[in-house]
């Protein structure tokens, strides 16, 4: 999976097309992202005894093929390759060539 937490990423398909935001968790085994501000659901929370029934709106999670990496230093979005800089392998925009990690 190209996406990581802390990525900022573009959604190319979906009810959200367009939006864009910071990757909050990257679920790898199941090849999904939790993206802020990006797919919100209302989940409804039982009263307990301390607190009061309520609606909460919380992202949900959307397939990783549904966003793309979005390079700031291109300002758009981008494919992510790999290369090998000094004996490690570091993720490369396909855009501009610059290593991201």
Partial sequence: MNIKKNDTVLVISGKDKGKRG?????M???E?????GVNIQ????????QIPAEIRKQEGPIHVSN???YDSKAKAPT???YKIV???KKRVSKKT????D
């Fill in 22 to 26: 910071k990757v909050l968790v990257a």
């Fill in 86 to 88: 000094s004996g490690r």
């Fill in 67 to 69: 966003v793309m990496y």
């Fill in 42 to 49: 209302t989940k409804h929370a039982k009263a307990k005894q």
């Fill in 28 to 30: 790898p085994k199941t």
């Fill in 79 to 81: 494919r992510i390759g």
């Fill in 32 to 36: 999904m992202v939790i993206v802020e």
């Fill in 97 to 100: 060539g610059q290593v991201i």
